[in-house]
């Protein structure tokens, strides 16, 4: 099974908290938006494993100085048919019509730049990883997936390049 996790960080913990996950095994990425670090991890069979194989030693993460201030999980019920195979430019969380989540989950895997495409429980439905040069390309892509028919809204985070906070 695979789950990504959204943490809000204390200001100034960022990094602490995105290399105490990535050393636990998990990918992590910093990004810019309504949460702080997106992580997806997996190596878990139950949800009871899940969350004391990631959740709750993430919850932890500099408990005395209160730096991971919420936690949101997302379960993969679908997993994209492709794997990530480098670093995203951002990722797109989406809320789409349920009766259409199968059809605009297809059409959503061949637009240009979406690099994985994965069905979650969860306060969205699908979560994008797209790549783009720039955040003209950006919006190109986003305007695609808005086009799609089921489509009801998104959540855009840009992820800093790793250069930046490694």
């Given at each position: 099974m695979w789950a990504y996790i959204g943490i809000k960080a204390k200001p100034g913990t960022h990094r602490r908290i995105h290399n105490e996950i990535r050393d636990m095994g998990a990918s992590a990425y910093m990004?810019?938006?309504e949460i702080d670090i997106i992580c997806k991890v997996n190596q878990f069979n139950?949800?009871?494993e899940f969350d004391s194989k990631w959740h709750e030693p993430i919850s932890k993460i500099g408990a005395e100085e209160n730096m991971v201030r919420a936690i949101q999980t997302f379960i993969v019920a679908k997993e994209s048919p492709r794997p990530l195979k480098?670093?995203?430019y951002a990722f797109i969380f989406l809320k789409i019509i349920p009766s259409r989540i199968d059809i605009t989950f297809s059409s959503?895997?061949?637009l240009d730049g979406v690099m994985t495409a994965d069905v979650i429980y969860g306060?969205?439905?699908?979560?994008?990883?797209?790549?783009?040069?720039?955040?003209?390309?950006?919006?190109s892509i986003l305007n695609k997936i808005l086009e799609i028919p089921g489509v009801l809204e998104t959540?855009?985070?840009v992820v800093f390049p790793s250069e930046v906070y490694t």
């Amino acid at each position: 099974m695979w789950a990504y996790i959204g943490i809000k960080a204390k200001p100034g913990t960022h990094r602490r908290i995105h290399n105490e996950i990535r050393d636990m095994g998990a990918s992590a990425y910093m990004v810019c938006g309504e949460i702080d670090i997106i992580c997806k991890v997996n190596q878990f069979n139950t949800i009871s494993e899940f969350d004391s194989k990631w959740h709750e030693p993430i919850s932890k993460i500099g408990a005395e100085e209160n730096m991971v201030r919420a936690i949101q999980t997302f379960i993969v019920a679908k997993e994209s048919p492709r794997p990530l195979k480098k670093e995203p430019y951002a990722f797109i969380f989406l809320k789409i019509i349920p009766s259409r989540i199968d059809i605009t989950f297809s059409s959503l895997l061949n637009l240009d730049g979406v690099m994985t495409a994965d069905v979650i429980y969860g306060v969205y439905d699908v979560i994008l990883t797209v790549d783009a040069k720039d955040l003209k390309e950006l919006e190109s892509i986003l305007n695609k997936i808005l086009e799609i028919p089921g489509v009801l809204e998104t959540t855009t985070m840009v992820v800093f390049p790793s250069e930046v906070y490694t």
